[in-house]
């Protein structure tokens, strides 16, 4: 089972592990978009309101505003992070309006990269002291007017992924992934 892998990776790397007890209460990685600075969490079939309440309460610090998804798995089905102020959006009617959800509810104004393929929005960001930029994001193969808009990024080291037979099974770039922020001595 997922959950009990995470834990057990998680565990090994003595990270704080934060359980929901809430049976009533759902929340998916795929729906939780952290900024930076604040949380956008996707109100979809696998994330409800009292998992964001959850997520709310963990993370006191941040804001957390919730987004309605409609037509997509999850909120990151169509967008993620490309960069430290950086939101990559897909151009659905459907990611266009979360996105704009996502401005109103938010203080800061964050710059958008926008791309023709919804599924090519989510991408992976790292920012690493020896290379600065890094963008992983969905080879031009399978998206080529998508990629296009990535290789405008002329800050980021570009890493074009496939990822067509994950995307066979609902599994995009971020579901493939956790990324955490330790110190090199892992």
């Known amino acids: 089972k997922q959950v009990e892998a995470m834990k057990r990776a998680l565990g090994s790397l003595n ?12 929340l998916d990685g795929g729906d939780v978009l952290f900024t930076g600075r604040e949380f956008f969490v996707g109100l979809s ?3 409800n309101q009292r998992g964001a309440e959850i997520l709310a309460d963990t993370f006191k610090d941040y804001a957390v505003s919730t987004v ?10 169509f967008c993620s992070m490309a960069g430290p ?3 990559a959006i ?3 009617e459907a990611a266009q309006k979360a996105l704009k959800t996502m401005q109103q509810m938010s203080d800061h ?3 958008k990269l926008t791309v023709p393929d919804d599924a090519a929005a989510n991408c992976i960001y790292l920012n690493i002291p020896s290379k600065g930029h ?11 007017e998508s990629a296009k808009v990535f290789e ?9 992924i496939a990822n067509t037979e994950l995307e066979k099974v609902d599994g995009s770039l971020t579901c493939c992934s956790v990324l955490i922020n330790k110190t090199s001595e892992l």
Do not use: F, Q
């Open 152 to 160: 405008k990024l002329k800050d980021h080291m570009l890493i074009p």
């Open 109 to 111: 104004r964050y710059d």
């Open 15 to 26: 990270l704080n592990i934060v359980e929901m007890v809430d049976e009533n209460a759902t």
């Open 68 to 77: 309605p998804v409609h037509d997509s798995l999850h909120l990151k089905s």
């Open 134 to 144: 890094v963008l992983l994001h969905r080879a031009p193969e399978e998206y080529p």
């Open 45 to 47: 079939r696998r994330t």
């Open 90 to 92: 897909g151009s659905s």
């Open 85 to 87: 102020n950086l939101i």
